[in-house]
């Protein structure tokens, strides 16, 4: 599980609040049965995540990440500030080849990425279920608070609450990120 602090230019600001759990086919496809009610809007999309490192300094706390959103490049930042928790910022980028330019004059060199196919589902006003099938890696459901009406601790307590009443296994729970697997 990991709370995220998000700051994003040209959209509103919010505090994130998500868990990401590991978990089987058979899993992922059971939560998705659940979450998915007749008539709910589900959005599909392809990710491209490319993460970037500097070679001048260590960067074990930090990630860099261009993603590719049809076609449509957000550059995010995020440090770590405590276990599973993190201050993030997003910024569009209106020319892609340029910004490369830019990293590679200020030694960035590019890790790696990773590639997902997302479907994302509102359940009950409050909570974004994404899926993600992430290529080479495998099947994780994510869970971000989209309405926050407590404060983070009860908002997390909720969300846990949550998972149990449809009986996800707590132990599924996982911490690292996407770009830990590269």
């Known amino acids: 599980m990991y709370i995220e602090s998000v700051k994003l230019k040209n959209f509103r600001n919010y505090e994130e609040i998500e868990v990401k759990l590991k ?3 058979q899993e992922f496809n059971r939560i998705k049965s659940i979450i998915k009610k007749g008539d709910t809007p589900i959005l599909t999309c392809n990710l491209i995540d490319n993460y970037y490192i500097p070679t001048h300094r260590d960067f074990c706390n930090e990630w860099f990440r261009i993603r590719n959103e049809n076609n449509k490049y957000i550059l ?3 440090k770590k500030i405590i276990d599973n928790c993190c201050e993030e910022y997003e910024v569009l980028i209106d020319n892609f080849n340029n910004f490369e330019i830019i990293l590679k004059n200020l030694d960035f060199k590019m890790k790696g990425s990773i ?3 997302r479907e994302k589902i509102m ?20 869970v971000e608070v989209k309405k926050i009406d407590y404060d983070n ?3 997390i307590k909720e969300l846990m609450k949550l998972l149990e009443s449809l009986k996800i296994d707590l132990k ?5 990120r996407y770009f830990d697997y590269l």
Do not use: H, M, P
Request: aromatic fraction near 16%; charge should be negative; avoid cysteine.
């Open 23 to 25: 978990v089987n086919n």
């Open 76 to 78: 995010t930042y995020k």
């Open 123 to 142: 359940y009950k006003d409050k909570y974004e279920f994404s899926f993600d099938n992430v290529s080479g890696i495998g099947t994780f459901v994510e």
């Open 153 to 155: 601790i009860t908002e």
């Open 172 to 176: 599924s729970i996982e911490n690292k």
């Open 115 to 117: 590639v997902k196919e």
